[in-house]
């Protein structure tokens, strides 16, 4: 996986090349959307109602036209011009600013409904400047977040962490500016679909909503060692139909379109053929 | 920049700063942009928005839409008033321009309809 943070900063990295690339692949679009869609869930809105929303790292706008469609106004965050002009050529109907959310979210105590933000944390987490303290800059980002954001709001940013140090800075720094919450993640099982989501949450601990792809995480009792003995599920005969059965649970658990079962999977043709 | 936006905007994010709020605005280029009148937020956001700061900001950039001074106490049933009040805040919008800190007199340059908040090293709390 391609690391662009490693590259250049984010002001650089994203001119007007990349802005455009960024719009115009049709593969980062839809990864794009998809990841605002599950943002605008986990902040558990409520329905009905016009909220209004923050986007950091809101780029060229693609997470903000998904609120928009939601009928939700928002307000965009973004440290890159080219991205930001991208948006304007759009026309989005989000108001811009051009900062640094490392420096801290310069609005108003109790202003918004709820926050996101899609693949932008990970940035935060690198030191491009002398003067860039990581710790300090998500610190900063996190309890000028907290003020802003009205009563029961909730904060989703969906990130890509590079290692388990930058997931442990990440949550400690949102606890110490007195979040609630902590790490989601979808998909555990399939190294491709996965994806961490840091909800945060204002107002008490609340329980954390429940990760997509994860059903068969939990253990049942099972009073009969002798299952045990059996061996392993993989000894099944190949190409039989527990063979197959077993292997579209597997794809199903790693997040992978698969045909549903039924009565007609693993049966043979009928010779017609 | 629509002036709802300004609205809730303040520069504490500056070294030193305090407040940061009302930033002063200068309008160069102002546009008149379209969007749907929505009641129900409209009624939403007038309890968080600073009324003076509104009735200011619009009669600095030259659309002051006779909003009155003080906001009246029964205003969720005027929708004349509503109405006045969502075209402010939504569809009023400086192209070009100036935010310009109480505090510290730091000016932060408006263009494209996009302000720059970017701040140098030494500015940073």
Partial sequence: ?273 | MKLLTHNLLSSKCLKGVKVGYPLRIVAKDVKISESEYNMEFVLKMIPKLDWKVLVNAAEQIGHGNNLPIELIEDYEDDEELLKKIHHVLMEVEVINGELICPETQRIFPISAGIPNLLLNEDEVS
């Avoid at chain 1, 455009?20 to 869930?41: D, F, G, P, V």
């Avoid at chain 1, 003067?131 to 890509?160: D, E, I, W």
């Avoid at chain 1, 005969?237 to 009565?263: A, C, H, N, P, Y």
């Fill in chain 1, 1 to 273: 996986m391609s690391r662009p943070e490693h590259l250049a900063p984010p002001e650089i990295f994203y001119n007007d090349d990349e802005a455009r690339k960024y719009t115009q692949n049709s593969r980062m679009i839809n990864i794009q959307l998809e990841m605002a869609e599950r943002c605008l869930e986990l902040l558990m809105l409520p329905e009905e109602q016009t909220c209004l929303l923050l986007d950091l790292g809101c780029g060229s706008g693609l997470s903000g036209s998904v609120s928009e469609e939601s009928g939700h106004v928002w307000f965009g965050m973004d440290i890159s011009e080219s991205m930001l002009k991208v948006a304007k050529e759009r026309e989005v109907e989000g108001d811009l600013l051009l900062g640094d959310i490392g420096n801290g979210i310069p609005f108003q105590p109790g202003t918004f409904d709820g926050a996101y933000s899609v693949s932008t944390l990970q940035w935060l987490c690198n030191a491009d400047k002398s003067s860039h303290k990581p710790a300090k800059r998500l610190y900063s980002l996190f309890s000028t977040l907290l003020a802003c954001l009205g009563r029961n709001a909730r904060a989703v940013f969906q990130f890509y962490p590079e290692n388990v140090y930058q997931t442990d800075l990440v949550v400690s720094q949102a606890r110490k500016a007195g979040f609630f919450g902590g790490l989601l993640v979808d998909f555990p099982d399939s190294t491709k679909a996965k994806k961490y989501f840091l909800v945060l949450m204002t107002g008490g601990a609340m329980p954390m909503p429940a990760a997509l792809g994860t059903d068969n995480l939990q253990i049942n009792y099972t009073s009969k060692r002798e299952k045990m003995t059996k061996g392993r599920a993989s000894k099944l005969v190949k190409k039989s139909r527990e063979w197959i059965l077993e292997k579209k649970e597997r794809r199903r658990r790693q997040g992978k379109t698969t045909r549903e079962d039924t009565k007609y999977t693993g049966r043979a043709r009928s010779g017609r053929f």
